[in-house]
């Protein structure tokens, strides 16, 4: 890697690593036509965001993602988030 210092910063990094693009973007952008594979990557991108957004507690993620907690917990299995 090329710097002007011998510290690198995030000015230092391509963009692509610096600002990473949201993966729903990235799915949708990517030209993937299959809804298959676009409607899984926005699946899991909307369930880690809602489990984000309540800390973790999946029944309130559910709740906000309108699914039952059932189908949330066999999501996570399925997508393997932790």
Known sequence: ML???DILTADDLP???REPKDP???ALD???LS???T???MEETLIRRALEKTRGNRTAAAKIL???HRALLYKIKE???A
């Open 3 to 5: 710097a002007d210092s």
């Open 15 to 17: 963009e692509r690593v």
């Open 24 to 26: 729903l973007a990235l």
């Open 30 to 32: 990517s030209g993937e």
């Open 35 to 37: 809804i298959k594979k």
């Open 39 to 41: 409607s899984r990557v």
């Open 66 to 68: 309108e699914i039952s």
């Open 79 to 81: 997508f393997g988030i």
